[in-house]
């Protein structure tokens, strides 16, 4: 039981940083491409879409 228990920890700890990696990665890659042009694309679309509606 004990190494059963002791892998299932081991397996849950590497998949918390495989997620970790990625969320990281995509959150650098969505700095990286939109950060000034995101900010701008909302503040306009959102007024646009409210009206619109």
């Not at 939109?34 to 007024?47: A, D, L, Q």
Request: proline share 4%; glycine share 8%.
């Amino acid at each position: 039981m004990t190494g059963a228990i002791i892998k299932n920890k081991i397996f849950l700890i590497i998949l918390a940083l495989l997620v970790i990696v990625g969320v990281l990665i995509i959150c650098i890659n969505f700095q990286r491409k939109n950060e000034i042009p995101s900010k701008g694309v909302f503040v306009i679309e959102g007024p646009q879409n409210l009206e619109i509606s």
